[in-house]
Every structure is written in structure tokens, then in C-alpha cells.
């Protein structure tokens, strides 16, 4: 591309993180970049720009060669997919903040890039504005990395602060989190950990090199937090944050997971406030490091998306350096333990998650909550089960040695309640 020419984009959505993107390139008038063409939904939509700035036909706006750089940011991912996959399909350079896209054709969108010529860049579709892609993608490309996890999702994390900082109710805290323009459309998938599950997805790519289909990653949320539940993280010392991680075993095989777990003080994780996202990478020998930022959000959103456009207009792509060195599928460590607070109305659960080492938390006249020992098979199998039933599952993340041992010394008969 000519770098003294005036670059024009086609943006595809003008919500939270398409106003975002439009507002900061409104801003900072010196950079080369000017939206030309916007596509949008909703013809009958209250707008802040004049009526003739709108275009409808997706396909027409993909098919303009007098675009320079196309960038995807609607509320569906399967439109979505549509417009980025066609956009590739004629050779184009896409910049998309769509996680789920990704995550689901990730391999897909790969091939299309290597036949036709094009270039999809899309760091803003993990943790906001934290540049955790290129990160991973470029400063660890030769560094083995042990594990990566963090606080994934803005909107959920906001609840999390709310409920726990301010005493505000969940109900309230998640509307707060939608009129802000963090949440998803469809709200759930912030809330019960689907959200992360696709950010995972996509870190594992980068940092691993190993593809992970979605449906291998197993997600729970915040949506059946109950007061019990905050309650007994509080006699604990600790808070609540919705955690998605990822490691490797020394066999090679990966832990992929999404979970809320109970956070201390000392925990990385446990300054990671409101919107904020951290992301922890375990550097085989670089060691631990925390990218903390805001994870949603129009202006950070659009910062990411703005620094795209910038690297996508220089010819910098993705070079996938791990992906490229593995060949074969990620095996999932199936048999991987982790000790896990649950609470649920039917004992069911507890034999269907295979749960062992149990200890009773407390005993309500609809519920029941307990901790044990559960393997990563285990909950992948049973986790549409428990969503199903309503209940809660957390993790104890390293720590909470008291609470495991406590549970060695009291000796419940779980099979005679
Ligand atoms: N909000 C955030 O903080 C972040 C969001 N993202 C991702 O960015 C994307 C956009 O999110 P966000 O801005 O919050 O969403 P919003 O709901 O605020 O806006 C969505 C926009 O997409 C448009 N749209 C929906 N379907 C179509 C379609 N078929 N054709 C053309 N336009 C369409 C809507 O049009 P209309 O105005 O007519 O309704 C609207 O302008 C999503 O993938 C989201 O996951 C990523 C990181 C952060
Ligand atoms: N809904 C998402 C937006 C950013 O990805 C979130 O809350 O993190």
C-alpha cells in the first residue's frame, strides 16, 4: 500500500466498538485513515451521523475495490463469518474483533488466507485493548509457554466487581454492564464463561500452536452465583473472578478450561478490577508475566482495532511460528484432577462429575454444597448437566490449603446422605 496515500476503510458496524474505532479515527485527524463506507443493520436506527453514511448490503461494501482495509465488527457471528470469509475470498485485508468467528474457523479462515492472498488480523477480539496476540504471537514465538490464564471477559468481571465491591445485585450489575456497551448482545455468553471459552480458543492457537475446537473446552460461569457461594469465598479471604486457562502437561497434553475460581490477595488476578481483563503468561524461561488492561469497552476495543489497521496497512500478518511446527491435534490430559467447590440441588451431580474427596460446605433445604476432586473428562461430560441443573461450580485455585485439609480430616459418607 502507497504510505502517503490516504488509507479508506469499509467498517462493518457501528455500535459499541465500531463508534469506538470511528470516534478515535474522528480524533487524531493526523493518521492516514479515513472511514468511507459504513454497513449496518437496522434502516429505521437512531444514528449520530446523518443518514447518507449508511449502507445496508454487506456484500456491496465487501465487493468495493476502493476499499483499503475492511473491518468487522457486528453483533453476529454468523454474518460475521460470511463477510470475513467472502472479504478473503477476494484477497482482502480483514480486521475483525468477532472472537467467536475465529474460534470456530480459525483453520478455515487460515486456508482461505493462504490460497487467495488476503490477511486477517483480529487482536481485539481477545482481552480489548491488551495487545495479548501479538504478544504471544511474536515475543513468545520461541519460547515454550507453560500456561497462560486470566480474567477474559470485561462484562462478567464487571459483575464480579460490583457484587463484591459495591454490594450491588447481579441483575443490576449486569444491566450496567450492558448499557455500558461490554456485553455482548446476547448477554449469556459473557456470563456463563462462553465468551472466554472463544478468547481461550484463539490464545491457545498462538501461545501453544495447537488448534482447539470450542466444544473441547469445557466453560462454566457466574450466572448461578448464588450469596452462599460469595459468602464463602469471603470467610475464605479471597473473591470471585471468572478465570479461563490453559496449560500443558509434561505428557504434552493440554488443560483447557473455563471456570470461576476463588482468588486471594496474593494472586496475580486478584487486582484485576470492573472491565479489566489480566492475562498471566508462563514463560518457560522468561517466567511469569501480567498484561492487565481494559478487556471491553469502545475506546480501547477500537484502539486495538485501530492498531491493526495500522499493522494490517504495513503487510504484517500472523505467522502462526507455533502453529507451523505442530502438525497434530492437541490430546486433551482427560485424566487431569483439580479440586472444585461445588453447589447443586440433586446428589446426581455429584456422581455424574465422578466427584471424590468429598467434603460437605453446607446444607440447605435446596441445595447442598460441597468440595471435592473432579477430572477435566469428568466435567467436560457433565457440564451441559450441571448448566442444566443450575447449580455452581468454582475452582480453588493454589492456596487454599487449609480448605483441602480440613476436607482430609472430616470423614463425610457421601454415599449414606
Ligand atoms: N463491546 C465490546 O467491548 C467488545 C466487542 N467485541 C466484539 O465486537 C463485535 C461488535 O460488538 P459491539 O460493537 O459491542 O456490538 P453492538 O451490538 O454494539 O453493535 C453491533 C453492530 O453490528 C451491526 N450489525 C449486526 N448485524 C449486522 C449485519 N448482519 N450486517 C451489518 N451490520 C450488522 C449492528 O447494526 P445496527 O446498528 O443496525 O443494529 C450494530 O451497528 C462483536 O463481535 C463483539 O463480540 C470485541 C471486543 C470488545
Ligand atoms: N463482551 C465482551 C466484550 C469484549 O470482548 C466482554 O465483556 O469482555
Known sequence: MDSHRLLTIGLFGFGCVGQGLYDILAREESLPYKVARICVKDPNKLRPL???NFT??????????HLDILVEAISDANEAYAIVSEALRRGKKVV????????YHLPELLALQEEFGGTLLYESAVAGGIPIIRTVEEYFSNEPVARVHGILNGSSNYILSQIFKNQKAYSEALKEAQDKGFAELDPWLDVAGADSRHKLCILA??????????????FFGIDFLGHQDWEFAKQHDAVIKLVASVHETADGELVPLVLPSLVRASDDLYGVEQEFNGVVVEGGYSGTQLFKGRGAGGHPTGSAVLSDIESIS???????????????????????ELEV??????????????????????READAFSLIGTVTLGNLIKSQEQIRQAGAYIMALSSGFEEVKEVREKESVAWSNA
Open 314 to 336: 504495513r503487510g504484517y500478518r500472523y505467522g502462526y511460528k507455533k502453529l507451523q511446527r505442530h502438525k497434530n491435534a492437541a490430546a486433551l490430559a482427560l485424566d487431569y
Open 341 to 362: 467447590y461445588l453447589r447443586c440441588p440433586e446428589p446426581d451431580l455429584v456422581v455424574a462429575l465422578g466427584l471424590s474427596n468429598l467434603q460437605t460446605v453446607q
Open 50 to 52: 446523518p443518514p447518507e
Open 96 to 103: 475483525t474483533a468477532n472472537k467467536k468467528l475465529v474460534a
Open 205 to 218: 492457537a498462538h501461545a501453544f500452536g495447537r488448534t482447539l475446537a470450542p466444544e473441547e473446552v469445557a
Open 56 to 65: 445496508y448490503d454487506w456484500l456491496e461494501v465487501v465487493q468495493d475495490e
